[in-house]
């Protein structure tokens, strides 16, 4: 997009704003907007330049695979809000547009309670954090993996098949890794038990619980409320502390390093090494392939 085009399109966005705040204005009364249209402005929904909005430029639309969670008319779409069968995007939808007041609230996301998996499990009684689940749920599945090598026909698990690739969840899952073994984002094995959901204290356990709906920062910041999470954990104060956190209840050396005093998400990291890893070796000396992973393919 040129200058001008790029000036057009915030012009637009921003007479859009002033339209729906008026609207809002009306029907929310007593709020005061202002703090929230401050926050959301601030935030990557409302990014219009970013590569999430901008992908199909070139291509004229928002192809109606994508447009659920990449455009507003397309999760109106989905949500059946513009009158079509809910739970399907029935067309591409324009470009240009981000995930704005309207796209959460409307009827249709207002009573939206339930969220179906790409594993096509469906979690319920999820309340306003649905909305949110919609979008970052995912694309794959765990079950995509075996799915997948049934498909390829394989003698046994060691062939190597070109009908088979990486599976991609597409980024951050986040609604996959919140409710675990219930969504089975993440591949299970058969036999051992998972955790159906990250089980965190009330008040800290959904979407919005832990981000601000508009700004989308962990609720640590100073401007949104005072370091909430700092009141149960102690060495965090910004959002990279959040990194630290570690609690009696998995006081289990995960990785295998020695170290207890790390926290979970140092657990996890030396994980992900480790499973890479292993997976390195196993291709260099089971299948004689050599697997690397890059983010761009
Ligand atoms: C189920 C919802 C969903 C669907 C369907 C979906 N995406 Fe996404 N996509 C997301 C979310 C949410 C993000 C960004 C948030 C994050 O960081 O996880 C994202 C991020 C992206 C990005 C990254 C932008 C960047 O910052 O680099 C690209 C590119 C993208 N998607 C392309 C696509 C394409 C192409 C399709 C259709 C074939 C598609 N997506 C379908 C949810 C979806
Ligand atoms: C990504 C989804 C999302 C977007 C975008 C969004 N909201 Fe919200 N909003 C929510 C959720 C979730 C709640 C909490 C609802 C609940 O608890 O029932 C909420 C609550 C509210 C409330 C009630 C007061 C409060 O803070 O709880 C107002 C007013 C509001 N939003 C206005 C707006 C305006 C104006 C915009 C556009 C600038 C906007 N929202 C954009 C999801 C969103
Ligand atoms: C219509 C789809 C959609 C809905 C609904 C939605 N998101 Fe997003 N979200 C996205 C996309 C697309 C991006 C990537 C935006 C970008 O890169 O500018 C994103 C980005 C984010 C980010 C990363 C912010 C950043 O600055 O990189 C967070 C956190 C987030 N969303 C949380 C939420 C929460 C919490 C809710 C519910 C209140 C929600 N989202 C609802 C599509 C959605
Ligand atoms: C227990 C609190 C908690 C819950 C519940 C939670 N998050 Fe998060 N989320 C975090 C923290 C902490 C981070 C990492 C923030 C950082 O490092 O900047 C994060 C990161 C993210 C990111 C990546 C943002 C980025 O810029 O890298 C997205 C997207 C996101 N969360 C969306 C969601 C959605 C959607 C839900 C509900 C399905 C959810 N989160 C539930 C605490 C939570
Ligand atoms: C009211 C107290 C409270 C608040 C506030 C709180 N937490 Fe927690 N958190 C806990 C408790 C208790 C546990 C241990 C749960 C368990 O082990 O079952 C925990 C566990 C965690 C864990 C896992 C630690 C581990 O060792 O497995 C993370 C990560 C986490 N919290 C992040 C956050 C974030 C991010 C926030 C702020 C958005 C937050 N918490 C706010 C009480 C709280």
Redesign the pocket.
Known sequence: MGRKGLCAALLIMVGCLVQVAAGFAEEMYPYDLEPIINRWIS?????GA????THWDAEGEVPAGCA?????P??LDFLGYDGTKSGQVDKPAPLGT??NCL??HNEA?AWLDEVTFPSGKTVGDLG??A??????QGRESGLDVDADIAAANVAGDDEVSADLGFINIH??A?GATLYGGQAIGGYQYAGRSYDLKFDHVEGYDT??GC?D?YS???RTNESVRPSECADCHARVSTVADLQNIRMNGSMVDYDGDGDLREGIAGEIATLQEKLYQSIQSYGATVTGNPVIYDSHT
């Open positions: 935030s990557g929904h409302a990014d970013s590569e999430s909005f659920a969670c990449h455009s507003s397309g999760y981000v995930v796209t959460c996301a306003p954090e909305r949110c689940m919609v979008c970052h980024y951050y986040t979407c919005i981000h709906p989308l920062e962990v």
